[in-house]
């Protein structure tokens, strides 16, 4: 199994992004995939989950500014985040819902600049 980010970078406040994240060597319709973020000296922490049927959750922090999505031909998992923010900076992560440690990949920076 190898989750594989993209999509990050640096924009300014109020912009916006779409993170990818593409999955392979697993039954990727059957899973339950989540965002999460971690910026230095900070736990990783959860941003979104979306279930094989498309439910979705989010944080608090991530609400009506992030949108997570699939499509299940294509294997990947989206996050597309509006109205950033600089507390928004962190190396952003898949991962399956909940985590498995071992698949961890090396994610993609996000930094936005105020």
């Known amino acids: 199994v190898q989750l594989v980010e993209s999509g990050g970078g640096m924009v300014k406040t109020g912009a916006s992004l779409t993170l990818s994240c593409v999955v392979s060597?697993?039954?990727?319709?059957?899973?339950?995939m989540g965002w999460y973020r971690q910026t230095p000296g900070k736990e990783r922490e959860l941003v979104a989950t979306?279930?094989?049927?498309?439910?979705?959750n989010y944080a608090d922090s991530a609400k009506g500014r992030f949108t997570i999505s699939r499509d299940n031909a294509k294997n990947t998992v989206y996050l597309q985040m509006n109205s950033l923010k600089p507390e928004d900076t962190a190396v952003y992560y898949c991962?399956?819902?909940?985590?498995?440690?071992?698949?961890w990949g090396k994610g993609t920076l996000v930094t936005v600049s105020s």
């Open positions: 991962n399956f819902n909940p985590p498995v440690f071992r698949y």
């Open positions: 060597g697993t039954i990727f319709r059957l899973a339950t």
């Open positions: 979306i279930t094989s049927g498309s439910n979705t």
